[in-house]
């Protein structure tokens, strides 16, 4: 025990002495003392670091003010390069920022008194502060040691001597002028990778659109922007180099300061500023030296674009265009994406009925990288749009020689890209002459749900169908993982096989176990399934969808015992999501993402059959809030 400790103690001792990699400490060479405090409006509006480069103070962003550090530049160009709490709403020219006799870095953000600790993780009371040269702003305890710095909660920026540690993210902000968390995400991960994400998905390389291609299987590593612009990858153990991702310029200007940031656009940045020897207060024009994507790239940035939308360039600026068959769900937010605008024709009725009210449109050169439902082998991109345009599920179909895969909309991260052809399966009826309400409106009106009759029946119902549903899903959750480990098996032994994605996003019922113990055959070419760490994945959204949709049915539930309005449209939907998710027939159910857009209203969803194994009546009491 002794010695694991002694090890321990090592490594940390020699963490702390080895390699010039490690971030220098810089001396503070002008002291903020315990009651001082500024204005938004009124001087002191800041504090300098010695040098004159950076300053701490109140910015305004919108009508009020935020509080940060940013580089000082000539006519107010100010370069932000952190936020205090940056997703609060700015506070207003009354508010006052404290250092307090007490030693705690206060913002009241008006004189009624609300009040936040910009140092709220500061165990000790400081007994000093300081806007350091590098653009650090620390506080110190009574020893001069550092007991909170800004540096430790990076934004959307690292400066020179700054490190992302292990675990840590950077956030684009929302624009240059608002710095309040924006779509985009620099995660140093524990795996030793950097990685860009959009916000708001899970850590996955579906998601991704860069990478350092740096990972360690045991060690962690970090980001670190050294003074002389080096942005390197580091061991956080030996502090050695793992990665240059740019190398130091033979700059001498010891007053250029670096900062590397995550822009608003998605893409990762180096930038210069060199400020003048002479006058250090005047500073040049940000120099571009080193970018993870290239502006050619900027189509590669995922989530830039919305659902069913694709990236295209225009002079090194991006653009989102609607896929053929759905429009802008807002024109003036062009990111939301895009929804369909034809009403759909229902499986229902007979093949050329079907097919007559479509048409298939092509595109070339187009990619997405999307789970497909189906991945099949085929010889000519005539024979996919083909396959899509008679499969009722498949509204967009990707060529790429020699597979076609089928998918339902709403289609993710869709760009350009060669060796591909993309179809896209358009209604010819439009959403508008469809004499129904349920598709324009963005926010539908509440219907009331008045006769005692009506609300019985739909607790009866709901209570039916989540009794069935959870029936259904803890039968397939027991036999799924045998089916698995069995077509596992039967994959092994086959070599006809056919290699799909889609299987990772099925459930499995009890009709199919059936026919699973007949042999399965036909089910066979139904896919692989990939890692264990994406079974796992699918189990977490699976439960996820299962768990949202239990507790938005329970919302309702709540509302109608207390006769309180119903949003008939939510109900519907959720019945209807819950009718798509036990269907027989695996190829007919959303995949988990599909269900939980669809629950989250993003997605229109249309009329389910109806599951042979289901006794209760949906469809009429679908009809019946008509
Ligand atoms: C800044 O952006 C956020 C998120 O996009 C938004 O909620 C907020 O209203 C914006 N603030 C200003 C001052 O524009
Ligand atoms: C600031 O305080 C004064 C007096 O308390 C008040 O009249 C004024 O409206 C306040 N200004 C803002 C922007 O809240
Ligand atoms: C300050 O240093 C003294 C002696 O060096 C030590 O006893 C004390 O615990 C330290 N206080 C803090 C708050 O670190
Ligand atoms: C920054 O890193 C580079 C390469 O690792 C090294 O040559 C340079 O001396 C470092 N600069 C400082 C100020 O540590
Ligand atoms: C990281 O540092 C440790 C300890 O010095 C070393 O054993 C390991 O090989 C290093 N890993 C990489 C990928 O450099
Ligand atoms: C800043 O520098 C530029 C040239 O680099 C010079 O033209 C300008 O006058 C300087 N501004 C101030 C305020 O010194
Ligand atoms: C000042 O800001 C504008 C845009 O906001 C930018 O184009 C310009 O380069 C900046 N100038 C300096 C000296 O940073
Ligand atoms: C297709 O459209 C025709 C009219 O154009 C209609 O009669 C038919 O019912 C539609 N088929 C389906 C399956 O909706
Ligand atoms: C759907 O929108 C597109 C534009 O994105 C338009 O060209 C097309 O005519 C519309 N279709 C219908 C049926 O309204
Ligand atoms: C819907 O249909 C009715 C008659 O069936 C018609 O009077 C009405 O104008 C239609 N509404 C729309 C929006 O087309």
């Known amino acids: 025990m002794a010695s694991i400790f002694t090890v321990f103690f090592l490594l940390s001792i020699m963490s702390l002495t080895l390699g010039g990699a490690q971030p220098q400490q810089k001396q503070c060479n002008q002291k903020i003392s315990l009651g001082s405090s500024l204005n938004p409006t009124t001087s002191p509006t800041f504090w300098l670091s010695s040098s004159g480069q950076f300053?701490?103070?109140?910015?305004?962003?919108?009508?009020?003010?935020?509080?940060?550090?940013?580089l000082v530049g000539t006519d107010n160009n100010k370069t932000v390069v952190w936020t205090?709490?940056?997703?609060?709403?700015?506070?207003?020219?009354?508010?006052?920022?404290?250092?307090?006799?007490?030693?705690?870095?206060?913002?009241?953000?008006?004189?009624?008194?609300?009040?936040?600790?910009?140092?709220?993780?500061?165990?000790?009371?400081?007994?000093?502060?300081?806007?350091?040269?590098?653009?650090?702003?620390?506080?110190?305890?009574?020893?001069?040691?550092?007991?909170?710095?800004?540096f430790s909660y990076p934004t959307d920026t690292i400066l020179?001597?700054?490190?992302?540690?292990?675990?840590?993210?950077?956030?684009?902000?929302?624009?240059e002028t608002n710095h309040s968390t924006g779509r985009y995400r620099l995660k140093m991960q524990d795996d030793g990778n950097l990685v860009l994400y959009p916000v708001n998905t899970v850590d996955d390389e579906s998601e991704a659109y860069w990478s350092s291609d740096t990972s360690s299987k045991s060690f962690k590593f970090r980001l670190y922007l050294n003074y002389s612009g080096a942005l390197e990858i580091i061991n956080s153990t030996s502090m050695e180099r793992v990665k240059a991702l740019k190398s130091p310029l033979a700059d001498k200007n010891t007053n250029t300061i670096y900062r590397a940031t995550l822009v608003v656009?998605?893409?990762?940045?180096?930038?210069?500023?060199?400020?003048?020897?002479?006058?250090?207060?005047?500073?040049?024009?940000?120099?571009?030296?080193?970018?993870?994507?290239?502006?050619?790239?900027?189509?590669?940035?995922?989530?830039?674009?919305?659902?069913?939308?694709?990236?295209?360039?225009?002079?090194y600026k991006p653009y989102c265009a609607c896929l053929p068959g759905t429009q802008f769900v807002d024109p003036n937010l062009e990111s939301l994406g895009c929804e369909r605008n034809y009403s759909e024709a229902g499986c229902g009725g007979g093949h050329k009925d079907y097919i007559a009210n479509?048409?298939?449109?092509?595109?070339?050169?187009?990619?997405?990288?999307?789970?497909?439902?189906?991945y099949v082998p085929m010889s000519t991109k005539e024979e996919c749009s083909n396959s899509c345009l008679e499969d009722c599920n498949c509204d967009a179909a990707l060529f790429k020689d020699p597979y076609c895969q089928r998918q339902k909309l709403?289609?993710?991260?869709?760009?350009?890209?060669?060796?591909?052809?993309?179809?896209?399966?358009?209604?010819?009826?439009?959403?508008?002459?469809?004499?129904?309400?349920?598709?324009?409106?963005?926010?539908?009106?509440?219907h009331h749900v008045t006769t005692k009759k009506a609300k019985v029946q739909i607790i009866v119902l709901i209570l039916a169908f989540t009794t069935f549903s959870c029936l259904a899903l803890g039968i397939s959750g027991l036999y799924a993982f045998k089916i698995r480990a069995l077509r596992y098996k039967r994959l092994k032994e086959s070599e006809t096989l056919v290699l799909t994605k889609g299987l990772a996003l099925n459930l499995f019922s009890y009709d199919e176990l059936k026919r699973a113990t007949n042999g399965f055959k036909h089910e066979l070419g139904k896919g692989s399934f990939g890692t264990v760490y994406k079974?796992?994945?699918?189990?977490?959204?699976?439960?996820?969808?299962?768990?949202?949709?239990?507790?938005?049915?329970?919302?309702?539930?709540?509302?109608?015992?207390?006769?309180?309005e119903v949003d008939k449209r939510t109900l519907e939907n959720m019945v209807k999501v819950g009718l798509w998710c036990i269907q027989d027939e695996p190829i007919l159910r959303p995949s988990m993402k599909s269900v939980v857009?669809?629950?989250?209203?993003?997605?229109?969803?249309?009329?389910?059959?109806?599951?042979?194994?289901?006794?209760?009546?949906?469809?009429?009491?679908?009809?019946?809030f008509n």
Request: charged residues 25%.
């Open 160 to 175: 020179g001597g700054q490190i992302l540690s292990s675990g840590a993210q950077l956030f684009s902000s929302s624009s």
């Open 265 to 315: 656009d998605g893409i990762f940045r180096l930038y210069s500023h060199a400020f003048d020897k002479a006058d250090k207060q005047n500073s040049s024009s940000p120099v571009h030296l080193w970018s993870a994507l290239t502006d050619e790239d900027l189509c590669k940035v995922k989530g830039f674009c919305g659902f069913n939308s694709f990236c295209t360039l225009n002079d």
């Open 597 to 624: 857009l669809m629950l989250e209203g993003i997605t229109d969803i249309s009329v389910p059959p109806c599951p042979t194994n289901v006794s209760i009546r949906i469809p009429k009491f679908l009809n019946e």
């Open 410 to 446: 709403p289609l993710r991260y869709v760009r350009g890209d060669t060796n591909s052809v993309a179809f896209f399966k358009v209604g010819i009826r439009s959403a508008e002459s469809r004499n129904e309400t349920s598709s324009t409106p963005k926010k539908p009106p509440l």
């Open 358 to 374: 479509y048409s298939m449109y092509s595109k070339e050169n187009m990619f997405w990288q999307d789970n497909p439902y189906a």
């Open 84 to 150: 205090a709490n940056r997703d609060d709403s700015p506070v207003t020219s009354n508010s006052t920022l404290d250092l307090t006799r007490d030693g705690k870095l206060r913002l009241r953000a008006d004189e009624q008194g609300v009040e936040k600790l910009i140092s709220s993780d500061a165990t000790e009371s400081a007994s000093s502060a300081c806007m350091l040269d590098n653009g650090n702003f620390v506080l110190y305890n009574k020893n001069g040691s550092i007991i909170w710095e800004s």
């Open 535 to 564: 079974g796992a994945l699918y189990k977490s959204k699976k439960l996820v969808a299962v768990k949202r949709l239990e507790k938005l049915v329970e919302d309702e539930l709540d509302k109608i015992m207390g006769g309180e």
């Open 55 to 70: 300053a701490f103070g109140f910015y305004p962003q919108g009508n009020g003010f935020m509080v940060g550090i940013w």
